[in-house]
């Protein structure tokens, strides 16, 4: 099966600074990725996707990039604010369906 | 759409009883998984169901673990019997097939005293 790393585990940034969360993929049929933010007490709710199409894709504030050759994506936060901080989970989708989550990052915004 | 509707929030019961989890997937979607979220081992994906079909079970912890999925729109998960190790907060999550994201439920608690 698919196996996905998180790194770091932990984040402290100053408000209005960057927060990149890094994520590696084991199986390179995984075609599908998708970045989750879970707040307290809340189920996890996707904050942007990326296809392995496509190398780079932005949202406002929020990007996301792909290297399919090397099997690993990051997630790119800029000028945090504290409603960011929040724990985030990256995840591979393989060819099989399946969703595999990472071990999440807890991001702390320091106002 | 209501989203993805989990009950109960909150479940507490004792050691050896039996427990049971309960998901409405979201309308159209066609594949639903049932995840187990706790700090020493994150999001564990315990089951995949495609079309009312379990397609992987392996993350089933054990025995104790059954799920089903008799129609289109209804799962659950259950425990019996339900041990202290097994409490978690166990998420539900739906989708269609293929490059699309899964829309989580709001969980429910469990703590098995």
């Known amino acids: 099966g698919e196996n996905v790393e998180q790194h770091p585990s932990t984040l402290s940034v100053q408000e209005g600074d960057s927060a990149v969360i890094k994520c590696t993929y084991s199986d390179s049929a995984s075609n599908y990725f998708p970045w989750y933010k879970q707040e307290l007490g809340k189920g996890p709710q996707l904050i942007i996707d990326i296809r392995s199409n496509v190398g780079e894709k932005k949202d406002q504030r929020i990007a996301v990039t792909l290297n399919k050759t090397a099997k690993h994506f990051s997630l790119h936060i800029t000028e945090t604010q504290p409603e960011d901080s929040a724990v985030y989970f990256c995840a591979a989708r393989n060819t099989g369906n399946q969703f595999y989550f990472g071990t999440g990052t807890s991001l702390t915004v320091i106002p | 759409d209501a989203g993805v509707i989990q009950s109960p929030r909150h479940e507490v019961t004792e050691m050896g009883q039996e427990v049971t989890l309960r998901c409405k997937p979201i309308?159209?979607?066609?594949?639903l998984f049932w995840y187990r979220q706790t700090m020493m081992r994150g999001l564990e994906l315990l089951i995949y169901f495609n079309n009312n079909v379990p397609i992987d079970d392996s993350g089933m912890p054990e025995d104790r673990f059954s799920a089903k999925m008799p129609n289109a729109s209804f799962s659950t998960l259950k425990i019996q019997p339900s041990e202290p190790r097994d409490s978690a907060v166990y998420f539900c999550?739906?989708?269609?097939?293929?490059?699309?994201?899964?829309?989580f439920g709001q969980g429910t608690r469990l703590t098995v005293v």
């Open positions: 309308s159209g979607h066609n594949s």
């Open positions: 999550a739906s989708s269609r097939q293929g490059n699309t994201e899964a829309f």
